[in-house]
């Protein structure tokens, strides 16, 4: 069965701190995997796309991981500030090779950035 | 323009009401799609739509009809909803090759049904 884990369900911490969400999945085929980060009653944005090739993508604060052989992958996040608060999605594209491929999406680690 | 607008941004409608929202994009992008997001739950997919086609209805009740009048445009028809379809609606788009699945979201539309 096709599923995106993610851990922790929610984080608190205090602004300037460095904080890694993790994300495991079994999604099969794999396309590629990515995170969106979701204000509430927004739309996600995307942080970073990675395929199957890449191990490692930053943007900005943000650093993505992927482990494909172990199907694991993390969001880093730097220096934090009060804005980062917010849902981080894993999502997780099935490898169909057709644009209508599936995105599995995880439940969401929500992140409290602290004054 | 690489961005996804949908209007309106919140909808109040009682249970006999008919409403529409819309979602454009101007990327020429070839894939739309619908989302229902419910609080704390990630996005569930409703329809998606490529080349204007209906491609895939996740077995979704009647009261919600799709409708893609060109490539640019996907609107979502609301007619005799109930309240637990309160929910943030999302439309996405994505493009049909080179990156394959990649979805851009828009803002969503908060729909309350009293």
């Known amino acids: 069965k096709n599923q995106v884990e993610q851990s922790p369900q929610s984080l608190i911490i205090l602004e300037g701190k460095n904080c890694t969400l993790q994300c495991n999945y079994t999604v099969s085929p794999f396309s590629n995997l990515r995170w969106y980060k979701q204000d509430t009653g927004r739309g996600p944005v995307s942080l970073t796309i990675m395929t199957f090739s890449e191990n490692t993508k930053s943007n900005g604060r943000y650093t993505a991981t992927l482990d494909a052989d172990t199907k694991q992958s993390s969001l880093h996040i730097t220096a934090s500030q009060l804005s980062d608060s917010a849902s981080y999605i894993c999502v997780v594209s099935a490898g169909r090779g057709s644009t209508l491929g599936r995105l599995y999406f995880g439940r969401g680690t929500q992140l409290t950035v602290w004054p | 323009d690489t961005e996804v607008t949908q209007t309106p941004k919140h909808l109040v409608m009682g249970m006999t009401n008919k409403k529409s929202l819309k979602c454009e994009q101007h990327m020429g992008h070839r894939a739309m799609y619908w989302y229902k997001q419910k609080a704390k739950k990630p996005p569930e997919l409703m ?45 996405a788009s994505g493009r049909t090759s080179g990156r394959a699945n990649e979805q851009f979201f828009g803002p969503g539309t908060r729909l309350t049904v009293l």
Do not use: G, M, T
């Not at chain 2, 060109?70 to 109930?82: C, G, T």
């Open chain 2, 47 to 91: 329809f998606v739509y490529s080349y204007e086609k209906l491609s895939i209805n996740e077995s979704v009740p009647s009261r919600f009809s799709p409708e893609c009048p060109n490539s640019s445009l996907l609107n979502l028809h609301l007619h005799a909803l109930q309240p637990e379809d309160s929910a943030l609606y999302l439309c």
